[in-house]
């Protein structure tokens, strides 16, 4: 009778043993599975488009690290730039070095962002490709960027906080 609760007891547990490893196995996290779809990038688009591209992506990382001192319409600015990546067919991811602390000149960042969105408008403008109407819809929501961010200064300078 010993030999058969022994028996019954040790089954008990190689089962246990085997429902708690197939648990923690569920619950281990899978790796993602990589994407099928090819992702946009800078490759797939014309090369007289690439330079205002690089422009676009500087006055982003300038614009993301000049505070929010704007009333809201540097936000306004940035989505319109991340509007204009996507219309150039190019993802709008943000800089690597967008969070960096520490004592940042917010107006220097502002105005050094629309310098380079205006350099990146000039690039985009002067190409004779109008690839699909892409080149329109790009100029056109850069314009926009330009158009809040001078909105943000001027309401800053109301606020007084320029």
């Not at 089962?15 to 569920?26: C, E, H, P, R």
């Not at 109008?130 to 960027?145: F, H, T, V, Y």
């Amino acid at each position: 009778m010993t030999r058969r609760r022994l028996g019954t007891a040790i089954l008990a547990l190689v089962a246990s043993l085997g429902v708690f490893t197939g648990l923690s196995q569920a619950q281990t996290p899978k790796p993602k599975q990589p994407s099928t779809k090819a992702p946009t990038t800078a490759q797939n688009v014309p090369a007289e488009y690439q330079a205002g591209i690089v422009q676009l992506r500087i006055a982003k990382g300038y614009l993301e690290k000049a505070g929010d001192k704007w009333g809201g319409y540097r936000i306004k600015g940035i989505a319109s730039i991340d509007q204009a990546f996507k219309a150039l067919g190019v993802s709008p991811e943000s800089t690597p070095t967008e969070m960096q602390s520490g004592n940042v000149d917010e107006p220097g960042m502002m105005d050094s962002g629309i310098s380079n969105l205006q350099t990146a408008r000039a690039d985009v403008a002067e190409v004779a490709n109008d690839w699909g109407g892409r080149r329109e819809k790009a100029l056109a929501l850069i314009d926009q960027a330009l158009n809040d961010l001078q909105t943000g200064i001027n309401w800053a300078k109301e606020h007084k906080t320029y």
